[in-house]
């Protein structure tokens, strides 16, 4: 049984946003691929970088700054998606450097008996 995807990008970065602007993009990518937002992002201040989440009605978007220079996206949807306007979407609001970036796609689901 096939619940969703996850969409999965670990990249360095050219700047780390503020707490703020990741406020504001979390939302914004999540309308920007149809998708409707539950309450506001929570974004929390780190000495790496922030870390944040957007629940979503399909699911969920989050991500982790490391060291300054790296950044990890997870976004889990039951409601399909188009990886690459998700690619370019993270990679324009989080200044990615799309050098070494590494992206997944997961199937997520159940083996059907």
């Not at 309450?39 to 629940?55: K, N, T």
């Not at 991500?63 to 990890?72: K, N």
Request: charged share 20%; with cysteine; hydrophobic share 40%.
């Amino acid at each position: 049984m096939q619940l969703g995807l996850s969409y999965v990008l670990d990249a360095k970065v050219h700047s780390v946003r503020t707490v703020e602007e990741c406020q504001a993009i979390l939302p914004y990518i999540v309308r920007s691929i149809n998708m409707t937002p539950v309450g506001s992002p929570v974004v929390l201040p780190h000495p790496w970088g922030p870390s944040g989440w957007q629940m979503m009605s399909e699911s969920h978007i989050a991500f982790d700054y490391f060291y300054m220079d790296s950044i990890c996206i997870d976004l889990f949807s039951c409601n399909p998606f188009d990886e690459q306007v998700v690619k370019t979407l993270l990679v324009a609001q989080f200044d990615i450097d799309e050098d070494g970036l590494v992206e997944r796609l997961f199937h997520r689901g159940f083996k059907d008996e």
